[in-house]
């Protein structure tokens, strides 16, 4: 069983920084891309950043220049550090992954953590 497992999240004031974490554990063979998304109250979830196994990252423009994913593929870890937080910024930011199994490395299944609240408000 694979699982994305979050943490990070909470609440700051506008222009504050945060930093997500998510893991991603199980029996895994190897893990391509992962990233983060978002979902705001009565909004559809929307793209944040990726991150692929070799380090190359793509950013939504609206969080360019404020917002860095970066990965630990040893640990088979990412990250998402938040700064200058803005309140459009809130959301419940969830991880994805992109995993082959080591029961059934033939397939690259997509993966998603349980969520986490990030809230931006004085």
């Known amino acids: 069983q694979v699982q994305l497992v979050e943490s990070g999240g909470g609440l700051v004031q506008p222009g504050g920084s945060l930093r997500l974490s998510c893991a991603a554990t199980?029996?895994?063979?190897?893990?391509?891309?992962m990233g983060w998304y978002r979902q705001a109250p009565g909004k559809q979830r929307q793209f944040v950043a990726t991150?692929?196994?070799?380090?190359?990252?793509n950013y939504a423009d609206s969080v360019k220049g404020r917002f860095t994913i970066s990965r630990d593929n040893a640990k088979n870890t990412v990250y998402l550090q938040m700064n200058s937080l803005k309140p459009d910024d809130a959301a419940v930011y969830y991880c994805?992954?992109?995993?082959?199994?080591?029961?059934?490395?033939?397939?690259?299944?997509?993966?998603w953590g349980q969520g986490t609240q990030v809230t931006v408000s004085s």
């Open positions: 994805n992954a992109k995993i082959r199994r080591r029961d059934w490395p033939l397939t690259l299944d997509d993966y």
């Open positions: 199980g029996s895994i063979f190897s893990i391509n891309d």
């Open positions: 991150i692929t196994n070799g380090g190359s990252t």
